[in-house]
């Protein structure tokens, strides 16, 4: 186990270096100051009613854990119970905050928080991937994955957070552009190699526009995209341009050129610098329409929780995700594919940001089913698909062991299910999802790929 793990603070893993975590410093009342804050509406503009309704009311009737994905690949071990990972901030809110608790604590199940319960804590809630499936089943609407993210604020608030979501997260968007510190030039030159390798393997040149002003689509790639997972960025490419629309990338030089924004993941006030950064980019661009490329909690965070918090005048375009433009090009005529040029057995992972949050099932489906012979679902899917183990920021977080983690909880129940499919291919929306999948697939020796959905759609195209 690598040198961050060497204090074990709650199970055999570690997401928070002991820089992070700073186990040797008090930070038991900046966690309680934080907290109060957390409760008061004013100072909550996010989810703060589902918040205080879920540390309220739920009834320990375990539903919740009937669907947890992390709890049942572990063995049903207390430890990632839904109800016992929530509980570690209710029982601070019953002690703390709650006239019963600060006379009575005992008789209503609240404890005193010391440093020690504050590192479990913390480490605990990296243990959810904010799926929300329990929200799905909960009989009277409790939401874990709402008290999840509230506590990941309130550990931000103590400067608690992984290093990979904000130091080289959020702040290195904001002060270069994008999350992989990609520079203009460095960008520029990603794109002619693009360029180059479309010319190469589909054997006609296709020209993608950089920093294009007044064009009607702005298209912002997830940045790790241009890095991991070309494929998917080319084949975009390929569809706008063979749709013939007006459309752009942007470089650095620009603002952000990245649809990232990993504050969704754990802290309101991240969030909000980079969301105000990607509108005043695409205000500047003076587009009609951001396209957000497969990314599912961009696609979240700027078509829902954009909503909560930038009023419509300040933001004159719309915003929607490639594959709704895939999809109506399609239906339209616009975009004509051949499905005998994907004649390998695919099934389709169902994102949670793009699914449980975001309602978007049928567009890629119908995606897919238009450019593939063959379509196979998953069992479970849509609303109740498994998690794949990547949400949240996790398939970015790999030390202390947190990938055999990864591996051997989400990864395992999900290899599981796409077995079952007997597909070749597993198409994914969404960058972390598709970087989940890539170590699954080498972790449990499946005999199949991941693949992008625009990927596949252009390699279907008849031109």
Same mark, same amino acid.
């Given at each position: ?11 055999? =893993? ?37 918040? *205080? ?17 992390? =709890? ?12 016992? %990972? ?26 005193? &928080? ?14 959810? $991937?904010? !799926? ?51 520079? $203009? ?19 006609? %040149? ?10 009607? =689509? ?22 706008? $341009?063979? +749709? ?30 980079? *969301? ?9 661009? @003076? ?7 497969? #990314? ?36 339209? @005529? ?52 498994? !998690?794949?183990? @990547? ?23 999900? +290899?599981?299910?796409?077995?079952? $499919? ?10 972390? #999802? ?21 990927? &596949? ?7």
């Amino acid at each position: 186990m690598c040198a961050v793990a060497a204090q074990k603070v709650f199970d055999d =893993y570690r997401v928070l270096s002991d820089e992070a975590l700073k186990p040797g410093e008090p930070r038991v009342e900046k966690f309680l100051q934080a907290m109060r804050k957390s409760l008061q509406q004013k100072e909550n503009w996010t989810f703060w009613l589902p918040y *205080i309704l879920s540390l309220d009311t739920c009834m320990k009737c375990g539903t919740c854990a009937g669907v947890c994905p992390v =709890y049942q690949a572990s063995g049903r071990r207390e430890i990632y119970h839904p109800v016992f %990972r929530t509980d570690m901030l209710r029982k601070v809110y019953k002690r703390y905050f709650t006239l019963p608790g600060r006379l009575f604590p005992s008789l209503v199940g609240a404890e005193d &928080l010391t440093e020690e319960k504050l590192n479990a804590l913390a480490e605990n809630i990296y243990r959810c $991937t904010i !799926c929300r499936r329990c929200s799905y089943v909960c009989p009277v609407a409790v939401d874990n994955g709402v008290i999840v993210r509230e506590a990941r604020k309130i550990l931000d608030a103590c400067d608690i957070a992984p290093d990979e979501l904000k130091e080289r997260g959020t702040r290195l968007q904001v002060r270069v552009g994008n999350a992989t510190g990609m520079s $203009t030039p460095a960008f520029k030159d990603m794109i002619e190699f693009l360029e180059d390798e479309i010319e190469e393997s589909r054997g006609y %040149r296709v020209t993608i526009p950089v920093d294009k002003e007044g064009a009607e =689509y702005l298209l912002m790639n997830n940045a790790g995209d241009y890095l991991a997972f070309v494929e998917t960025v080319m084949g975009v490419a390929e569809v706008l $341009t063979a +749709a013939g629309v007006n459309w752009t990338l942007n470089s650095p030089d620009t603002g952000i050129n990245d649809a990232v924004n990993y504050g969704v993941f754990y802290s309101d006030a991240e969030f909000a610098r980079v *969301i105000r950064a990607q509108v005043e980019t695409a205000r500047k661009m @003076g587009i009609k329409t951001l396209v957000i490329g497969e #990314c599912g909690h961009a696609f979240e965070a700027l078509k829902y929780l954009i909503l909560r918090f930038i009023p419509p005048a300040e933001r004159p375009f719309e915003v929607k995700s490639i594959l709704e433009l895939e999809d109506e090009w399609l239906r339209e @005529g616009r975009i004509k594919v051949d499905p005998q040029k994907n004649t390998e057995p695919v099934t389709f992972h169902d994102s949670c940001k793009y699914g449980r949050l975001g309602g978007m099932y049928e567009e890629p489906r119908r995606i897919l089913k238009a450019c593939c012979t063959d379509f196979r679902e998953m069992s479970p899917n849509r609303e109740m698909n498994l !998690c794949c183990g @990547g949400g949240s920021g996790f398939a970015i977080m790999e030390k202390g062991g947190f990938l055999e983690f990864r591996m051997e909880t989400y990864g395992k129940l999900k +290899a599981r299910q796409l077995e079952a $499919t007997g597909a070749k291919i597993v198409a994914c929306a969404c960058s972390n #999802c598709k970087a989940q999948f890539r170590e699954i697939i080498k972790y449990h020796k499946l005999p199949m790929r991941y693949a992008g959905v625009s990927e &596949l759609l252009a390699n279907a195209l008849v031109r």
